[in-house]
């Protein structure tokens, strides 16, 4: 590590304005143009830019900055925009299922429902049967069993992370097979 990193994480430590100051002029406009790359818009950018020199600043104690400051500022900032972007996914998607469920014409006792519901459990079993077998299994146990991520793992012998990994995967197949209709088939699964 420089030496100048090490002496501006000390008084970052220590509490100094000037080591605080000294961090936001040298690190902050590239911290906001990373950002940007990710979330594509820049007052967010420098939001989520903010967060991570404010955690730094709440942490300034606790961190432990192995390498230089500047790639620990732009792993934490990688960190945060990939977070964000995950969260503001799954309110997304959910947001989408729910107006998908309040919009559907029929329901499974109208004839066309039932009808439906055979054709999307033929194409949705046909998309899961080209996915790779790992991939398909940690799907249909998590969605059609319902099993969480922690039970998969267990019963599967993996990580959690291997898990949601496959999750992922098999969303982003589905995706690909689906597209704009990914909603309804989520909803399916969810009512099997």
């Known amino acids: 590590m420089k030496e100048e990193d090490r002496l ?23 911290m906001c143009y990373l950002a940007a790359q990710y979330v594509h818009d820049d007052f967010l950018a420098t939001a989520l830019a903010s967060d ?18 500047r790639s620990y500022l732009i792993q934490s900032t990688r960190n945060r925009c990939l977070d964000y972007l995950h969260s503001s996914y799954q309110q997304r998607e959910q947001s989408d299922l729910n107006s998908i469920g309040n919009s559907l014409p029929f329901n499974e006792e109208h004839p066309l429902g039932i009808l439906l519901e055979k054709e999307l459990e033929k194409q949705l079993f046909d998309a899961m049967e080209k996915m790779p077998e790992q991939t398909k ?14 039970q998969i793992a267990q019963q599967m012998g993996i990580s959690p992370n291997t898990v949601k990994y496959h999750i992922r995967q098999a969303l982003a197949y589905l995706r690909k097979e689906f597209g704009e209709y990914l909603g309804l088939i989520l909803l399916f699964i969810s009512s099997m």
């Not at 991570?52 to 400051?69: A, G, Q, Y």
């Open 137 to 150: 299994t940690v799907f249909k146990k998590s969605r059609i069993e319902g099993l969480t991520y922690e």
């Open 8 to 30: 501006l994480i000390q008084g970052l430590a220590l509490g100094q304005e000037g080591a605080w100051r000294v961090l936001y002029e040298r690190h902050y406009p590239f």
């Open 52 to 69: 991570v020199i404010s955690h730094l600043w709440e942490k300034r104690t606790s961190i432990h900055i192995d390498n230089s400051l």
